[in-house]
């Protein structure tokens, strides 16, 4: 037992944690200061204390994603649409510098301009990307045909540059059965 758990804190990596959207955290400061009476005269000692405090309201973006696929059923030759959503899921604030990939899936041809980059909800630019490796990216939209069972299997990515609060971005993508 003592070794499984060595094993698995030796895999484990850094989890953070975050204060749920919404949440009103308080702050309290004190100050005390006192006084010794002169040698007797005018009375005793004396403390004063005072108190502030502060509020603080968090923000905290949380993007949600939701793939779908258009139809569920498809024959050999057959085309699908794969669309995925990206959703802020807080009321308060926007989400920036948002990055979504999707890995290809093998066994089906890419065609070419039949994808759909909307983010007509999220207020922002969406940018396309697509590559077989972290460090391998190719602007714009993969080439037609692109089959990734031929290679390592490629990602589609994009970068919105902002999801408002409430507000979703929009990725769709038609592929071919082969």
Same mark, same amino acid.
């Not at 699908?80 to 066994?107: E, G, K």
């Not at 909800?121 to 990216?137: E, H, K, L, Y």
């Not at 069972?149 to 609060?165: F, Q």
């Given at each position: 037992?003592?070794?499984?758990?060595?094993?698995?804190?030796?895999?484990?990596?850094? *989890?953070?944690?975050? %204060?749920? @959207?919404?949440?009103?955290?308080?702050? *309290?400061? %004190?100050?005390?200061?006192?006084?010794?009476? %002169?040698? +007797?005269? !005018?009375?005793?000692? !004396?403390?004063?204390?005072?108190?502030?405090?502060?509020?603080?309201?968090?923000?905290?973006?949380?993007?949600?994603?939701?793939?779908?696929?258009?139809?569920?059923?498809?024959?050999?030759?057959?085309?699908?649409?794969?669309?995925?959503?990206?959703?802020?899921?807080?009321?308060?604030?926007?989400? !920036?510098?948002?990055?979504?990939? @999707? #890995? =290809?899936?093998?066994?089906?041809? =890419? *065609?070419?301009?039949?994808?759909?980059?909307?983010?007509?909800?999220?207020?922002?630019?969406?940018?396309?990307?697509?590559?077989?490796?972290?460090?391998?990216? !190719?602007?714009?939209?993969?080439?037609?045909?692109? @089959?990734?069972?031929?290679?390592?299997?490629?990602?589609? #990515?994009?970068?919105?540059?902002?999801?408002?609060? +409430?507000?979703?971005?929009?990725?769709?993508?038609?592929?071919?059965?082969?």
């Amino acid at each position: 037992m003592i070794m499984v758990l060595g094993i698995l804190l030796g895999l484990g990596n850094t *989890v953070h944690a975050t %204060t749920a @959207d919404g949440t009103l955290i308080t702050n *309290v400061a %004190t100050g005390t200061y006192g006084s010794v009476g %002169t040698l +007797g005269f !005018f009375g005793a000692d !004396f403390a004063i204390s005072y108190g502030a405090t502060v509020t603080v309201l968090v923000a905290t973006p949380s993007i949600a994603l939701l793939k779908t696929s258009q139809p569920s059923i498809e024959c050999s030759g057959g085309t699908i649409t794969f669309c995925i959503w990206a959703v802020n899921t807080s009321t308060l604030t926007s989400a !920036f510098n948002v990055y979504v990939q @999707d #890995r =290809y899936p093998p066994l089906v041809g =890419y *065609v070419v301009g039949q994808q759909t980059w909307a983010a007509g909800t999220a207020g922002a630019t969406i940018f396309t990307n697509w590559g077989n490796g972290p460090g391998q990216r !190719f602007p714009g939209e993969p080439p037609a045909g692109m @089959d990734a069972s031929l290679a390592a299997g490629y990602y589609l #990515r994009w970068a919105i540059s902002m999801i408002g609060p +409430g507000k979703s971005a929009l990725m769709c993508y038609k592929a071919q059965l082969l």
